[in-house]
């Protein structure tokens, strides 16, 4: 049974940072897609950050130059760096992953495993 947890959200300040993790378990990291997603208040689920098969990373416009996708196969976890946060990052996020390696053409529909989230919040 695969399982998906998250930790690290919290309340933070504009402009500062935060690393959310997911810890998989039933799961092999290796050549299958898994991705962040984000859903605050009101709005649809968004996809933040994937990271494909062949490794290869995605970010959505909004928070490029600012979040890091990244994986460590070895404790099978995946990662979200983000910096320089603003208001308009708050939501809770999810962590997500799919049975295939690719994600570029996915959105939430396509997902196969979700964890509960980790609140992110942030104060001006």
């Known amino acids: 049974q695969v399982q998906l947890v998250e930790s690290g959200g919290g309340s933070v300040q504009t402009g500062g940072s935060l690393t959310l993790s997911c810890a998989a378990s039933?799961?092999?990291?290796?050549?299958?897609?898994m991705g962040w997603f984000r859903q605050a208040p009101g709005k649809e689920r968004e996809k933040v950050a994937t990271?494909?098969?062949?490794?290869?990373?995605w970010y959505v416009d909004s928070v490029k130059g600012r979040f890091t996708i990244s994986k460590d196969n070895a404790k099978i976890a995946l990662y979200l760096q983000m910096n320089s946060l603003k208001p308009e990052d708050a939501a809770m996020y999810y962590c997500?992953?799919?049975?295939?390696?690719?994600?570029?053409?996915?959105?939430?529909?396509?997902?196969?495993?979700w964890g509960k989230g980790t609140l992110v919040t942030i104060s001006s």
């Open positions: 990271l494909n098969g062949a490794g290869t990373t």
């Open positions: 039933g799961y092999t990291f290796s050549r299958r897609c």
């Open positions: 997500a992953a799919r049975n295939g390696a690719g994600c570029a053409a996915y959105g939430p529909d396509n997902m196969d495993y």
